[in-house]
């Protein structure tokens, strides 16, 4: 279970507190599209390997399907770590001779947030520990559920030898696609956990809360890195830091990754150490169907009105975001740019009783709880980009388009709001309302700049240098919707 701590440090760190950990430990991640996108490389030499430790940071966008987390492949023999369609866990291990072994845990993996896995095989050591999986910081139960006795296999046959080696996708075919952000993809040849060669804690770092205890946090990539150069061989480490060469491994072994189906657009700025907020595919009305993109940017619903909530809700505080219309209908009763959803009465933007929810529709008219509202004066076209000011503790909002904000509206002076909604002690979540069978629109709370591609990044971040924003300068004392990742319980000093 992902544990993000937003009660003591608030969302981008607004509320007064201690200082968070550094955000920049972790500048990229990378999103595959669950389709068509994976890395991989095919090492030219190496040998049958008996230890291996394979590390990443990993968001899930969608579930219940075959996906590969990272995979080996020697002659059609497969070593893979992957998610099962049960979002369980399974470690699948091949020896020329025939032999197969499968580990898998009991646990299901349903979290939208971001978390750190450590696979550690050893098959030096007795069956039963052979596999150790360390979740957030944690060992995780793994059991055999398939394979031959004690001490049968002795050697991976694909895990750290010549042959392919993917990541988004299973090696040496076309399937198991990856709908996932992931960084900081290390593999480690030679080496366990086991074996005491490297231990959690070489992989993530701790913060302190007073005397409250710590929680585990990221580690930065060139420390990652160092262990992977340590490894040597066939070793490597991945941060996507260069949106031209994606697939770089920052370690000195060069071992760099082949991209494929991927571009520019697939880099993220939202990561383990600064998560951006996106939409939330767990949180969609249930009464509807819905799928996303692979990077929970854009949602496509089934039903005409439905809704969809973002992952970080909004306590306090004042925040900015932009969104991208998608499709070409225009109509009082569709929504378009920007919304709300308030937990309060548990509805879909437009739905339910009290005035805690808002969107702008397609003619340019703010629209409280469905109210036919006026025109603020702003152009709010079938695949316009549009940017929404949000003051929590007031309720104001405040929408733009490309021209600036509407009807005189000033967030950063407080004047002439939009709409102004009414408040509770049940948070605000970015949210969009349209139907049809037709994408939401794309989202950007600072960690999408091109929405998928479809536009030029502006360049423009908020006053703590966070985000990257289309339409021109974040307002004043506004800022992008984020926060940092701990993991694990508080651990007691």
Not at 234 to 245: E, G, I, P, R, V
């Amino acid at each position: 279970m992902v544990f993000s701590n937003n009660l003591l440090f608030g969302l981008g760190g607004q509320t007064p507190g201690p200082a968070t950990f550094d955000s920049t430990l972790i500048g990229n991640s990378v999103w595959f599209d669950g389709s068509a996108d994976y890395m991989d490389k095919t090492f030219s030499s190496g040998s049958a390997q008996s230890r291996i430790v394979y590390a990443c940071w990993l968001q899930r966008n969608d579930f219940t399907r075959l996906q590969s987390i990272f995979t080996a492949n020697k002659g059609g023999r497969a070593d893979r770590f992957g998610f099962q369609a049960d979002d369980t866990i399974d470690i699948h291990l091949e020896q020329s001779g025939g032999s197969t072994i499968i580990y898998s845990t009991s646990n299901v993996f349903r979290d939208t947030g971001w978390y750190h896995f450590i696979l550690s095989i050893d098959l030096n050591v007795i069956q039963a520990n052979a596999v150790q999986l360390y979740v957030n910081g944690v060992q995780n139960n793994v059991t055999v559920t398939f394979g031959p006795s004690a001490g049968a296999l002795s050697t991976m046959d694909s895990f750290g030898n010549s042959g392919i080696h993917a990541i988004g996708k299973r090696g040496g075919a076309s399937d198991r696609f990856s709908n996932t952000y992931q960084t900081q993809c290390t593999f480690l040849v030679g080496q366990s956990i086991q074996n005491g060669d490297v231990a959690v804690t070489d992989f993530l770092d701790t913060f302190t809360f007073g005397t409250n205890g710590s929680q585990f946090i990221p580690k930065s990539d060139a420390n990652i890195a160092a262990l992977a150069s340590t490894a040597g061989g066939n070793s490597f480490c991945l941060d996507f830091a260069n949106s031209s060469d994606l697939g770089n491994d920052i370690s000195s072994n060069n071992n760099d990754f082949t991209p494929s189906s991927m571009t520019a657009a697939n880099q993220s700025t939202s990561t383990p150490s600064l998560t951006f907020s996106t939409y939330n595919i767990l949180d969609a009305n249930p009464a509807y169907t819905s799928t996303n993109d692979g990077a929970n940017t854009y949602v496509v619903t089934n039903v005409a009105g439905a809704g969809i909530r973002a992952s970080l809700p909004m306590t306090s505080g004042k925040w900015y975001w932009e969104q991208r219309n998608t499709y070409n209908e225009a109509g009082p009763a569709i929504s378009a740019g920007a919304g709300f959803v308030n937990l309060a009465t548990n509805s879909i933007i437009g739905e339910g009783s009290g005035s805690h929810s808002c969107y702008l529709d397609l003619n340019g008219t703010v629209r409280i709880n469905a109210s036919t509202g006026s025109s603020i004066g702003i152009t709010n076209g079938s695949t316009a980009v549009m940017g929404v000011a949000f003051d929590a503790d007031t309720g104001k909002v405040w929408f733009r388009d490309s021209s600036g904000f509407g009807s005189s509206g000033d967030p950063a002076n407080g004047t002439n709001a939009h709409a102004t909604l009414a408040t509770t002690s049940a948070p605000f979540f970015i949210a969009s309302r349209v139907g049809g069978s037709i994408p939401e629109p794309f989202l950007n709370a600072g960690g999408n700049p091109t929405f998928n591609g479809l536009e030029t990044a502006g360049g423009n971040a908020d006053a703590n240098g966070r985000g990257n924003f289309k339409l021109g300068a974040v307002p004043t004392g506004f800022l992008s919707l984020t926060q940092p990742t701990y993991l694990h319980q508080l651990i007691k000093e």
